[in-house]
Structures are given as structure tokens and as C-alpha cells.
């Protein structure tokens, strides 16, 4: 469930649990939503396999521990804390639990390889430092912590060698990588060496950044160096200064305009994504209109957007609440503004050649901006195939082989 970080962990835990018959649900808990929908994923599991163990594991098993172990659907609990640690799987312990506060290690034991993707995704930050009003996945990843750039390289060589054409870098604060390693290396430093120390990588992708960390260096890299995927997803939440103060994240509207401009003047085919919340606390009418307006003031092509759900524990969940049906409301205008410009984005590009990562399971996959490409037929291809668009069907572009 959730996040990209998640995929990559459940890698590492199908590699570690092996032949045994086993269910695993990896729990996500950003929003309410995500966790009902845990629930009825663990419940789902068992009436489709009522032999098998299930164990139940990831952020939302971390912050909320007994409410799952309460459910008769599941076997066993695993916080975070134990989710890559051998023992915890071998273990017939009911729950597996630490403080994940007091975890300083991250990503010991990265997946041997992603057989069902044809990118790979390799965990290089977990954990963050911040504490923005709204959100309560500190407390289910406790504090920022990064992986030795020397272990990321040898493990991305690894997945280049298993036949992987595309790696993407994860993180809960991917831009706070390297602050708590010798020497502060930052992620522009990592992403240097690995394009360096990797020559056979053709392409790398980074998942979520924060936009007020991309400094000097990082930049650089996303606008010049063709290897790193034009495709920069942001986490930017709101348009408006006071809910961006009120959520307690570090940037303003004009930096989030700002850099978006300069890297799309700088290098035009990047597309932007970004994470938009919708209904916030105290946000009222002309606060909303400056977060819509963002979809195109951004030129948001890739937009995610969340309708706000209070989380226990968090300051934002002691704030003035919105009615449901206001932030239903304003959720379903930010999606429409979004499909919207992502239907204009599409269209852009029929005529276009797309470099396009295929699919292990069929003739799809996607381009180097990430947009959605289908043919009828698979073409000889080494992992990546020149695919010229021909015309937009629903969410995603068609074309045939170059």
C-alpha cells in the first residue's frame, strides 16, 4: 500500500520471507483513507486465502499496533522498526515492535532484484526531520536517516546487471538526503556518483522532492544531465502562503512558481507532479482559489491530490475542520484541474518520439517524463524502445514503433 518506498521495502521482504505461504500487507497511513483501505486489503487477503499467514507490517501497523493485531484477519504484527530485519520474519512473536524514533540504521538489507518491474527502486533515505502540521509519518518512520552513497552504488550496479534499465531513488525526504553522514553529502552528490561510478545506468529517476532543497547542484543535474529522467515531482501541498504557514512547510507560493519556472525554462520537457492537499484546516474560499490556480500556475501534469483527513496526534488535527462535503468538493476541482492539464500535456506530445522503459508484462510502459505510453505490437527492443505517438487515448498516449 502507499508510497514508492513501500514497493521497494516489499521487494525486500518477498526476498526475505521466500517460498513460505505468506501474506504480507504493508500498511500505508498518510490519510485516513489509506488506512480504511488497509483494512479492507487485509480482509480481502484472508477470504481469498484463509490457510495462509498473514502478517500485517508497515507505517500504519508502526503508529497503530493493537488495532491491527485486534483484527482476527491477521497472524502478526511487524512495526517498521523490524520490517528488513531477518529475525522478525522468523520470529513467531505476535507483534514485533520498537520505538522507531530511536532507529538509526536505514535499508541494511536492499531487494536482490524487482523481477516483476522493469525499473527498479532502490531505498536511499527513510524517515524525516521535519513536522509538518498534518502529517503523521514520522511517527511511523521515525527520524531522517541515509544510506552510505558507497552501499547505493553497489546495489544499483547489481540491479543494472540483473538486466534493470531504470533505477528510481525513494525516500520519505529524499532531498534531506546525506545530512546525517560524515561530510553532509547531499543528493545532487549522490546522484553524481552514481551516474559516474554506474556508467551502464541509461536512465535515473528520483521520486517526491521537497522544493525549497533543490539547491545549485541538484538543479544542475536535473536540467543537464540527459540520463536523469525530465520528470520532477514536487511536494508542494497548498498555493496558499497562510495554509503553506498553517501546514508548516518551509517554502512560499512564489519559490514553488519560481523553481518550476526555472527548471522548465532551463530544460522544457521536464514535467512537474506534485502532492496537493485538498480542504486543509481554516482554508476558506480564496485560499482554495490560490491552490487551484497552481495546477496551472505549475503546469502540474502529474497531480496527486489528497483530501485532507485529520490524523490523530497531529496539530492540524486541532485546527478549525472543514466540512466533508467542502473538502470533497475542492478535492474533486484540483482533480479536474489536473486531468485537465495533463490532457493538454498529452496532447503535446502526439507526433513526438518517446524513449519509452517497456513493461516486463506487455507493450506499455512509460516515457522519459513519465507519461503513459501503449502499442499494439512489442518491438525489438533492449528494455527501452523509440516509440512514435500517433494520438491520446483516455490517460495515456499510443503510439508504434519508431
Request: net charge neutral; with cysteine; hydrophobic share 40%.
Amino acid at each position: 500500500m502507499g508510497c514508492r518506498l513501500n514497493l521497494a521495502e516489499s521487494e525486500t521482504i518477498r526476498t526475505l520471507l521466500g517460498d513460505s505461504d505468506t501474506i504480507v500487507v504493508n500498511s500505508c497511513a498518510v490519510t485516513n483513507e489509506a488506512v480504511k483501505q488497509t483494512r479492507q486489503a487485509i480482509r480481502r487477503a484472508r477470504r481469498e486465502r484463509p490457510d495462509a499467514r498473514l502478517i500485517v507490517t508497515g507505517c500504519a501497523a508502526q503508529i497503530d499496533p493493537d488495532s491491527f493485531s485486534s483484527m482476527q484477519e491477521v497472524d502478526r504484527v511487524i512495526g517498521n522498526s523490524d520490517k528488513l530485519t531477518p529475525a522478525a520474519w522468523r520470529s513467531d512473536d505476535a507483534l514485533v515492535l520498537r520505538d522507531v524514533m530511536t532507529i538509526e540504521e536505514t535499508a541494511p538489507h536492499l531487494a536482490a532484484s524487482f523481477s516483476a518491474h522493469a525499473k527498479a527502486f532502490v531505498e536511499v533515505q527513510n524517515g524525516c526531520d521535519h513536522r509538518c502540521t498534518f502529517c503523521a509519518i514520522p511517527f511511523g518512520r521515525g527520524n531522517g536517516r541515509s544510506v552510505p552513497a558507497g552501499a547505493v552504488i553497489d546495489r544499483i550496479a547489481m540491479l543494472v546487471d540483473a538486466g534493470h534499465r531504470e533505477v528510481v531513488l525513494t525516500g520519505v525526504d529524499l532531498t534531506s538526503y546525506g545530512a546525517d553522514l560524515p561530510g553532509a553529502p547531499t543528493l545532487g552528490a549522490l546522484v553524481e556518483r552514481i551516474l559516474r561510478h554506474v556508467p551502464a545506468l541509461p536512465r535515473l529517476r528520483l521520486s517526491s522532492l521537497d522544493s525549497i532543497e533543490i539547491d545549485d547542484r541538484l538543479f544542475a543535474l536535473l536540467t543537464q544531465e540527459q540520463r536523469l529522467m525530465p520528470h520532477v515531482h514536487l511536494s508542494l501541498q497548498a498555493g496558499d502562503d497562510m495554509i503553506l504557514k498553517r501546514m508548516k512547510r518551509r517554502h512560499s507560493r512564489r519559490e514553488a512558481v519560481d523553481i518550476v519556472e526555472r527548471l522548465k525554462a532551463a530544460r522544457p520537457e521536464i514535467a512537474i507532479g506534485a502532492d496537493i492537499i485538498a480542504g486543509f484546516p481554516t482554508e476558506d474560499s480564496a485560499m482554495a482559489a490560490n491552490t487551484l490556480a497552481l495546477i496551472d500556475d505549475c503546469d502540474i501534469v502529474h497531480a496527486h491530490i489528497f483530501p485532507y483527513s485529520p490524523r490523530e496526534g497531529t496539530p492540524a488535527a486541532r485546527m478549525p475542520q472543514l466540512p466533508r462535503e467542502t473538502i470533497k468538493e475542492r478535492a474533486a476541482a484540483l482533480r479536474s484541474a489536473g486531468a485537465r492539464r495533463r490532457r493538454l500535456w498529452l496532447e503535446s506530445l502526439v507526433g513526438s518520439r518517446q524513449r519509452v522503459l517497456v513493461e516486463r508484462s506487455g507493450a506499455r510502459g512509460h516515457g522519459e517524463a513519465y507519461a503513459e505510453v501503449h502499442f499494439d505490437r512489442l518491438p525489438h527492443h533492449d528494455g527501452i524502445a523509440d516509440i512514435s505517438i500517433t494520438h491520446v487515448q483516455g490517460e495515456y498516449l499510443v503510439g508504434e514503433p519508431a
